[in-house]
C-alpha cells in the first residue's frame, strides 16, 4: 500500500497490523535527547521547531552524509526508549512513528486515543533505507550531533504497520503465530 | 623486544573500524543464508532478504551496514616480546577511532557525563580497550563497534549454585524472549559462565567474536549452546521480530571456574549486524 505524508484520520483508519506500506513525503527525524527537549518545550508552552499535526516522526540518526548523497545509513533506532515522551506528543498532535521493536501498554493507548499509528522499518537494513532518503535538512539542535532534528524528504519508504488503531500489534500475532511451548 | 610503531597502530585501527561497519563477515553472510533457507515465516523471510540486500549495497556503496557504528571496544593481545614505540598504546587506539569515524563518514555516537549533560564527544572516542598480555611478539587488534540497541537488550545476573545449569538455561532465554524485537533479531547470543562480575561480562562479550555457529571445543558447552539455541528459536520472534523460527543464529558459551559461593551468568546480545574486524602487527 502506497501513503504519502502528512496522515489523515482516513489513511490512518485503513492500516492495519502486519500491513506492508510504502511512505513519499515528508519525514521529521527526533530520538532521544530531541525528544526530551520536544517534551520540555511542550511542557513550558514554548513553540516546537516543527507543526506536529499530521505529521511521522523517524526515531533515527543517521550517520554522516558521504560526499554527493544526502545522507548516510539511515534506518531505525529502538522505539521503547521514546515511550516515555509519545503520549505528550500524540496528545499535540503528532500521528505517526516509525522505528523499531515493541511499545509500552501506555504508548499502545496513547496510539489507539489519539488515532495514530506505529511503522516499524527492518532494524539494521540501513545502507538499503538510505536509499529512499532524497533530501535531509537540520532543522533543530543542531548541537545533538547526530540527534538533531532533522526534515527528510522520502520516496518509497518500506515500512511495516506495527500497533494500529484498533489495538492490533503486529510483533505479538507473529510471535504468537510461530511460537512453540515447551511442556517439559 | 620487537618494536611497533604506535603511528601503525593508529592506522590499523582506523582501517579496522572502517572496514568493520561496512564489509559484514562472510561467517554472518552465510548464517543469513541459512536462515533464509530455513525460515517458514514469510515476513521473516522478507526481513532475512532485506538485510542480505543491505550488506550487498552497504560493500558496493561503501555505507556502513547500520547508522549506529557503535561504541568501539578493542580486544588488544600485546605479545611479551613486542613494545610499541613512538606514542602511548592507548592513545594510538584511541587516534585511530579518531581517524576510522571521522574519514569514514561514521557516526559519532558517544557522549560524556552518561547520567546527566550526555554532551557528544564529537569522535566516537574514547573507546572501550581491553587487554591481554600473551606469549609471542606480535599485537594483535580487533575492533568491535558494538551498537546501543542490542547491548541495552543484554544482562547480568548472579545466579546461586542451586540454580545449576537450568537456572543458566531460563536466565538466557528469559532474557532474549523480554528482548523481543528491540535488539534487531535474527541475533547472536553471548553467553559468559562462571568468574567474577566483570569476568563473566567479558567472557559473554568475547563468546561474541567466535565465527558464527562454531561450535564450543567443549563438548558440555557445545550441547548447551544447542539447547539454548533451539529454545530461543522456539520464542517464534523471527527476524525482525516480525514472527518466525529463527530469533538467532547462533549462541556461543564461554566458562571460566567461579566461586564455590557463585554462578555469575552475563548475556551479551549481538545483532545481525554483527562487526568484527583483526589485524596482527
Same mark, same amino acid.
Given at each position: 500500500?502506497?501513503?504519502?505524508?502528512?496522515?489523515?484520520?482516513?489513511?490512518?483508519?485503513?492500516?492495519?497490523?502486519?500491513?506492508?506500506?510504502?511512505?513519499?513525503?515528508?519525514?521529521?527525524?527526533?530520538?532521544?535527547?530531541?525528544?526530551?527537549?520536544?517534551?520540555?518545550?511542550?511542557?513550558?508552552?514554548?513553540? !516546537?521547531?516543527?507543526?506536529?499535526?499530521?505529521?511521522?516522526?523517524?526515531?533515527?540518526?543517521? +550517520?554522516?552524509?558521504?560526499?554527493?548523497?544526502?545522507?548516510?545509513?539511515?534506518?531505525?533506532?529502538?522505539?521503547?526508549?521514546?515511550?516515555?515522551?509519545?503520549?505528550?506528543?500524540?496528545?499535540?498532535?503528532?500521528?505517526?512513528?516509525?522505528?523499531?521493536?515493541?511499545?509500552?501498554?501506555?504508548?499502545?493507548?496513547?496510539?489507539?486515543?489519539?488515532?495514530?499509528?506505529?511503522?516499524? +522499518?527492518?532494524?539494521?537494513?540501513?545502507?538499503?533505507?538510505?536509499?529512499?532518503?532524497?533530501?535531509?535538512?537540520?532543522?533543530?539542535?543542531?548541537?545533538?550531533?547526530?540527534?538533531?532534528?532533522?526534515?527528510?524528504?522520502?520516496?518509497? !519508504?518500506?515500512?511495516?504497520?506495527?500497533?494500529?488503531?484498533?489495538?492490533?500489534?503486529?510483533?505479538?500475532?507473529?510471535?504468537?503465530?510461530?511460537?512453540?511451548?515447551?511442556?517439559? | 623486544?620487537?618494536?611497533?610503531?604506535?603511528?601503525?597502530?593508529?592506522?590499523?585501527?582506523?582501517?579496522?573500524?572502517?572496514?568493520?561497519?561496512?564489509?559484514?563477515?562472510?561467517?554472518?553472510?552465510?548464517?543469513?543464508?541459512?536462515?533464509?533457507?530455513?525460515?517458514?515465516?514469510?515476513?521473516?523471510?522478507?526481513?532475512?532478504?532485506?538485510?542480505?540486500?543491505?550488506?550487498?549495497?552497504?560493500?558496493?556503496?561503501?555505507?556502513? !551496514?547500520?547508522?549506529?557504528?557503535?561504541?568501539?571496544?578493542?580486544? /588488544?593481545?600485546?605479545?611479551?616480546?613486542?613494545?610499541?614505540?613512538?606514542?602511548?598504546?592507548?592513545?594510538?587506539?584511541?587516534?585511530?577511532?579518531?581517524?576510522?569515524?571521522?574519514?569514514?563518514?561514521?557516526?559519532?555516537?558517544?557522549?560524556?557525563?552518561?547520567?546527566?549533560?550526555?554532551?557528544?564527544?564529537?569522535?566516537?572516542? =574514547?573507546?572501550?580497550?581491553?587487554?591481554?598480555?600473551?606469549?609471542?611478539?606480535?599485537?594483535?587488534?580487533?575492533?568491535?563497534?558494538?551498537?546501543?540497541?542490542?547491548?541495552?537488550?543484554?544482562?547480568?545476573?548472579?545466579?546461586?549454585?542451586?540454580?545449576?545449569?537450568?537456572? /543458566?538455561?531460563?536466565?538466557?532465554?528469559?532474557?532474549?524472549?523480554?528482548?523481543?524485537?528491540?535488539?534487531?533479531?535474527?541475533?547472536?547470543?553471548?553467553?559468559?559462565?562462571?568468574?567474577?562480575?566483570?569476568?563473566?561480562?567479558?567472557?559473554?562479550?568475547?563468546?561474541?567474536?567466535?565465527?558464527?555457529?562454531?561450535?564450543? =571445543?567443549?563438548?558440555?558447552?557445545?550441547?548447551?549452546?544447542?539447547?539454548?539455541? +533451539?529454545?530461543?528459536?522456539?520464542?517464534?520472534?523471527?527476524?525482525?521480530?516480525?514472527?518466525?523460527?529463527?530469533?538467532? !543464529?547462533?549462541?556461543?558459551?564461554?566458562?571460566?571456574?567461579?566461586?564455590?559461593?557463585?554462578?555469575?551468568?552475563?548475556?551479551?546480545?549481538?545483532?545481525?549486524?554483527?562487526?568484527?574486524?583483526?589485524?596482527?602487527?
Amino acid at each position: 500500500m502506497q501513503i504519502s505524508t502528512p496522515l489523515t484520520d482516513e489513511v490512518i483508519a485503513g492500516l492495519h497490523a502486519g500491513d506492508a506500506v510504502s511512505i513519499t513525503g515528508t519525514l521529521y527525524v527526533a530520538r532521544d535527547a530531541a525528544h526530551k527537549r520536544l517534551v520540555d518545550a511542550l511542557e513550558a508552552g514554548r513553540p !516546537l521547531p516543527f507543526d506536529l499535526r499530521g505529521q511521522i516522526i523517524y526515531y533515527m540518526g543517521p +550517520s554522516p552524509a558521504p560526499p554527493g548523497r544526502p545522507i548516510g545509513s539511515a534506518g531505525p533506532t529502538t522505539s521503547y526508549r521514546m515511550d516515555p515522551y509519545t503520549p505528550a506528543l500524540l496528545r499535540a498532535g503528532l500521528k505517526g512513528m516509525i522505528g523499531k521493536g515493541n511499545r509500552s501498554p501506555d504508548v499502545r493507548d496513547a496510539i489507539v486515543r489519539y488515532r495514530a499509528i506505529y511503522f516499524a +522499518s527492518v532494524g539494521g537494513a540501513a545502507a538499503l533505507i538510505a536509499r529512499s532518503v532524497r533530501e535531509a535538512e537540520v532543522i533543530a539542535y543542531p548541537e545533538l550531533g547526530p540527534e538533531a532534528v532533522q526534515r527528510l524528504e522520502v520516496v518509497d !519508504l518500506p515500512v511495516i504497520v506495527i500497533n494500529d488503531v484498533y489495538g492490533g500489534d503486529a510483533y505479538e500475532a507473529g510471535k504468537a503465530a510461530y511460537r512453540r511451548e515447551r511442556t517439559a | 623486544m620487537r618494536e611497533i610503531q604506535a603511528r601503525d597502530v593508529t592506522e590499523t585501527v582506523a582501517r579496522l573500524c572502517q572496514e568493520a561497519c561496512i564489509d559484514l563477515g562472510e561467517d554472518v553472510v552465510q548464517a543469513l543464508e541459512r536462515a533464509l533457507r530455513e525460515e517458514v515465516s514469510p515476513v521473516g523471510r522478507a526481513a532475512l532478504e532485506q538485510i542480505l540486500e543491505n550488506a550487498r549495497v552497504a560493500r558496493a556503496e561503501r555505507m556502513p !551496514l547500520c547508522q549506529d557504528t557503535g561504541l568501539t571496544v578493542v580486544f /588488544v593481545e600485546l605479545g611479551q616480546e613486542a613494545r610499541v614505540v613512538g606514542g602511548a598504546l592507548p592513545e594510538a587506539i584511541a587516534e585511530g577511532v579518531r581517524k576510522g569515524y571521522t574519514e569514514g563518514y561514521l557516526r559519532k555516537s558517544v557522549v560524556s557525563q552518561p547520567y546527566s549533560a550526555r554532551i557528544n564527544t564529537r569522535d566516537n572516542t =574514547p573507546p572501550v580497550i581491553h587487554y591481554d598480555v600473551v606469549p609471542g611478539d606480535r599485537l594483535r587488534l580487533t575492533v568491535v563497534p558494538k551498537g546501543g540497541g542490542s547491548e541495552n537488550m543484554s544482562a547480568l545476573r548472579m545466579l546461586v549454585p542451586a540454580d545449576g545449569r537450568q537456572g /543458566v538455561v531460563d536466565l538466557v532465554v528469559s532474557c532474549v524472549d523480554a528482548a523481543g524485537a528491540n535488539p534487531c533479531p535474527p541475533i547472536i547470543v553471548g553467553v559468559g559462565i562462571g568468574g567474577t562480575v566483570e569476568k563473566a561480562t567479558l567472557l559473554a562479550k568475547r563468546a561474541l567474536l567466535r565465527p558464527v555457529g562454531q561450535p564450543s =571445543p567443549n563438548a558440555e558447552d557445545a550441547a548447551l549452546e544447542a539447547e539454548l539455541l +533451539s529454545r530461543i528459536n522456539d520464542l517464534g520472534i523471527g527476524p525482525g521480530g516480525l514472527g518466525g523460527r529463527c530469533t538467532a !543464529l547462533a549462541v556461543h558459551v564461554e566458562t571460566f571456574p567461579c566461586h564455590i559461593a557463585s554462578l555469575p551468568v552475563a548475556v551479551n546480545i549481538q545483532c545481525h549486524s554483527a562487526r568484527h574486524k583483526e589485524a596482527v602487527l
